[in-house]
């Protein structure tokens, strides 16, 4: 019973999703913690407290002035025990709340008295999670410190499709776990990681690009800084998030990554190249704006790019772990195998780009992990589950 002992708070706010908080509770209290929930008003119209109070052995809270069994100020009493306080679902008004400071329910002011490590796991409608005012309110909360699991891409309640369905009751708990119990297994290794798309330009304005959003890569960065590595991020271009605390190399272009990697590469223990560099790159890019000329088309020359992945290869160090990915669209497994051993490899990460919920600029991924001695079949799962499950496996090779 890996949690016996630890406290936990949950605050439950109102949204569809808080019937899964139940889980999230029952699973908690299997690990041997102990779960003291918090419910606003609203969460009490979609889960009755008698619910949770059964699952997690312990009162629930909701009301601020309620007369404790026991004399003690309550939401102070609560925001002192936690060891991690967590918010699962967090709508976007207490992400609000929380972001001004306002205090005007047991929840709120619970969480803005706390000390703890504050875990929270939004649930809304993708027009709400994208909203200027909750994209304001998330990057405060993360820069305070706000940790976040989720939300997921998906269908939604409302019969919407896009990002906003709450992370599965697994992945929150699993978060929970690595904020209480983390795993210190990477300490003194040095990690360089390669994320997001590169640009080859054509002419000032144009250039080649893909649809890579560094979330991949990501993942990983900040997976191995949790687990003690002295992380490296090398970045194309990017979209999501920069994970906080990681030294990044900027690039634009594959030759720019190739320079960025191989200057650093020596000195690295293990290197994941999540990258999405382009192959070929224009062989006259134009200084000025390439013109329209009305009725006539237009050829590209294009020469190769350096393949980064093997120079690193062939550079390889004893004791050196190398991992690179296949973006794959088609005989997944025998272009990452041929990729693994031409770029003289430890491991490929092979993901079919074609698959919904896979690759590109999705939340999600579905891998296969190859080695020469075998392969491990990763499902549907979110890129922070599958970062952790490479780290497994390399830190597995590394220990064989
Ligand atoms: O960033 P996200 O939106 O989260 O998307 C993640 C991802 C789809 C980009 C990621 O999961 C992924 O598959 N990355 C590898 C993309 C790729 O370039 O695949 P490839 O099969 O073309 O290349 C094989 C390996 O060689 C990769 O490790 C790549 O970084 C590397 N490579 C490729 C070309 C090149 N010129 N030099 C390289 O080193």
Same mark, same amino acid.
């Given at each position: ?15 569809i999703a808080a019937y899964k ?17 918090i419910m606003t008003e609203n ?95 998330? $990057?405060?909360? +993360? #820069? *305070? %410190? ?10 939604? &309640?409302?019969?919407?499709? @896009? ?58 960065? $900040?997976?191995? +800084? #949790? *687990? %003690? ?10 979209? &999501?998030?920069?994970?906080? @605390? ?100 430890d491991m490929i990460v092979a ?50």
């Amino acid at each position: 019973m890996k949690l016996t002992g630890k406290e936990i708070v949950l605050g439950v706010t109102g949204g569809i999703a808080a019937y899964k908080a139940a889980e999230v509770v029952s699973r908690l209290r299997k690990m041997g913690a102990s779960v003291h929930v918090i419910m606003t008003e609203n969460a009490r119209q979609f889960i009755t407290p008698l619910t949770l109070e059964t699952l997690s052995g312990n009162p629930v809270v909701h009301d601020t002035f309620e007369r404790p069994a026991t004399w003690e100020v309550e939401h102070i009493a609560l925001a002192k025990r936690a060891e991690v306080f967590v918010i699962a679902p967090a709508t976007a008004n207490i992400l609000a709340k929380m972001a001004c400071g306002i205090a005007d329910d047991m929840l709120s002011t619970t969480v803005l008295a706390t000390k703890a490590p504050v875990l929270v796991a939004p649930a809304m409608n993708t027009g709400m999670w994208t909203a200027p005012a909750t994209r304001q309110n998330v $990057e405060t909360l +993360r #820069q *305070r %410190g706000v940790r976040f699991v989720g939300p997921e891409a998906g269908f939604l &309640a409302c019969g919407d499709e @896009g990002s906003g369905r709450m992370s599965e009751p697994a992945a929150i708990v699993e978060a929970i776990e690595a904020i209480l119990c983390p795993r210190r297994d990477m300490e003194g290794l040095r990690v360089m990681v390669t994320a997001g798309g590169t640009r080859e330009r054509l002419d000032p304005v144009r250039y080649i690009g893909n649809d890579s959003s560094g979330k991949m890569g990501f993942a990983l960065a $900040e997976a191995a +800084r #949790q *687990r %003690g590595a002295e992380v490296t991020l090398v970045c194309g271009h990017t979209t &999501a998030e920069r994970p906080r @605390g990681i030294p990044v190399a900027e690039v634009e272009s594959t030759c720019e990554l190739y320079d960025a990697v191989m200057e650093r590469a020596a000195e690295q223990d293990i290197i994941i190249q999540a990258a999405a560099p382009a192959d070929y790159r224009p062989a006259h890019p134009s200084v000025q704006k390439i013109k329209k000329k009305a009725g006539e088309g237009i050829t590209l020359e294009l020469v190769e790019n350096p393949d980064i992945a093997a120079a690193v290869g062939a550079g390889k160090r004893p004791g050196q772990t190398l991992v690179g990915f296949a973006a794959e669209t088609e005989h997944l497994l025998d272009n990452a195998r041929r990729k693994l051993d031409k770029k003289n490899l430890d491991m490929i990460v092979a993901n079919d780009v074609s698959r919904s919920g896979a690759g590109f600029n999705v939340d999600t991924n579905i891998a296969t992990l190859l080695t020469r001695s075998g392969a491990v079949e990763c499902p549907l799962q979110s890129k922070q589950a599958l970062a952790e499950r490479i780290l497994d496996e390399i830190m597995a090779l590394r220990n064989a």
